[in-house]
């Protein structure tokens, strides 16, 4: 399997990708530990995990919240190792042009998406480099590597995530460590549904931007994690620093 006896910290693993990820995890042998900042979200999940014979623990966690990032990597390091951290929780938001976004917004949306994943680095990086092995996975977006109409701060936040993403590769794989980022184009998830009612006509706002998409959909987030897990595992060995672009061709068409 995959992920056979690996432990794997998910951040934002109550719902979407995140939940999506956790469950292919547990499902490739991975010990599952399984955070988000929604308690029953994530209890869900475990439960979901252990009903298709997987293992898993849940910690409530909010990754804005650096200290405790620190006790729950640090706390899983100690009873159980650690060998893969997927940085996956974010935020979106409602469609906002740039002169019409405050700062205080444009913050809250940063401190989850860009001090978010710092945080999970920061703490997930000593016990990797320490161990001499080990992934870190980041969830970006297609807005990594595009510039997306009224959503600046999202675009920005995940620009970021990209290349932050670069320069751990960049410092951790002289230990063994591998850092890459999973960039994924709109997904079925409750993110995306929130961000569409943010329309006048939520439904011809989603049929205009799925025909945009080559194969005329978004993505599942299944397909998400299928990606996520193939950068998390010994598959990938020689892989780092990447931006892996899961978007249907949007991108590149
Ligand atoms: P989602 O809204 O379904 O799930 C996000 C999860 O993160 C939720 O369970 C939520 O409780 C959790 N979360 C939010 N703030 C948190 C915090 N401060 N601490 C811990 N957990 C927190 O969203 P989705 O779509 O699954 O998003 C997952 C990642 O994928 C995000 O980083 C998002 O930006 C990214 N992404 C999503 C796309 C999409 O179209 N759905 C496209 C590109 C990127």
């Known amino acids: ?19 999506a990820t956790a469950k292919r995890c547990g499902a490739a042998g991975a010990f599952v530990v399984v ?9 869900e999940t475990v439960e979901a995990i252990e009903a298709n014979g997987g293992d898993a623990i849940f910690h409530e966690l909010d990754v804005t919240d650096a200290p405790a990032v620190h006790d729950v990597v640090d706390a899983v390091a100690a009873e159980h190792g650690l060998d893969v951290m997927i940085n996956n929780a974010g935020v979106g938001h409602p469609p906002s042009r ?37 992934a870190i996975v980041n969830v970006g977006s297609l807005a990594s590597i595009r510039g997306l109409p009224k959503q600046a701060a999202y675009s920005m936040s995940k620009g ?11 410092e951790a ?51 998400v994690a299928a990606a996520i897990v193939f950068l998390a595992s010994e598959e990938a060995s020689f892989i780092s620093g990447h931006g892996l672009v899961v978007d249907g061709g949007y991108a590149t068409t």
């Open 173 to 223: 794989g002289p230990y063994g460590v591998r850092a890459n980022t999973v960039c994924p184009g709109f997904t079925d998830t409750s993110l995306v549904e929130a961000m569409l009612a943010g329309y006048d006509d939520p439904a011809a706002a989603r049929e205009r931007m799925e025909n945009e998409y080559p194969l005329k959909r978004f993505g599942d987030p299944e397909e």
């Open 160 to 170: 970021a995530v990209l290349n932050f993403t670069r320069a751990v590769a960049a």
């Open 98 to 134: 740039v002169e019409e976004t405050d700062e205080s917004f444009r913050d809250s949306v940063f401190e989850v998406n860009i001090n978010g994943v710092w945080n999970g680095c920061h703490a997930a990086l000593p016990h990797l480099k320490e161990q001499g092995s080990g």
């Open 35 to 43: 955070t988000d900042v929604n308690t029953p979200a994530g209890e």
């Open 1 to 19: 399997m995959q992920l056979e006896d690996q432990t794997v910290i998910i951040t934002g693993a109550g719902s979407g990708i995140g939940r």
